[in-house]
């Protein structure tokens, strides 16, 4: 259930309608904790942070992450630990903390294989939150759907 209510929240969030989305999503962590399942719980918390920096409240956002984060680093998830740093860079991007910012770059260049890779990730983070030209894409990548 938890995972179905996880990919409702993200039908939610492509359209658009981040209330309904954040509700899906909150019933999912609520169900993932009763289950006591870390990774589904790192997902859903994922997912609340990323509805929250779509709305601009970046600090719950790295807060969310951050928890996330702890989790994927405890259930030896790498993909998703890459993810959660992603996000955290680009809610600190938002901020304009280019301290934090590039300490998680230099955390995600583990994961890239290249610190190249992960400092470019990150300026066009950087770029893209300070630039009022660019549109916010409300299909992040960072919203994830969970297999049954």
């Known amino acids: 259930m938890a995972v179905n209510l996880n990919n409702i929240g993200w039908v939610y969030a492509m359209l658009g309608d981040r209330r309904h989305a954040l509700s899906a999503y909150q019933e999912s962590l609520e169900l993932s904790r009763a289950i006591k399942d870390p990774r589904r719980i790192a997902v859903a918390l994922n997912n609340i942070a990323n509805i929250h920096a779509e ?3 970046y600090r719950k956002a790295i807060e969310l992450h951050t928890q996330a984060l702890g989790l994927r680093r405890e259930t030896n998830d ?4 890459a993810t959660s740093l ?36 990150s300026v066009r983070s950087a770029a893209s939150a ?4 660019i549109p916010e894409i409300s299909t992040r990548a960072g919203h994830h759907l969970t297999k049954p």
């Open 55 to 57: 709305l601009a409240d």
């Open 78 to 81: 790498p993909d998703g630990e």
């Open 86 to 121: 992603t996000n955290l860079g680009e809610a600190y991007a938002k901020l304009g903390d280019t301290q934090k910012l590039a300490t998680t770059s230099s955390m995600r260049w583990r994961f890239s294989g290249s610190p190249q890779i992960a400092l470019n990730s």
């Open 130 to 133: 300070r630039s009022a030209a």
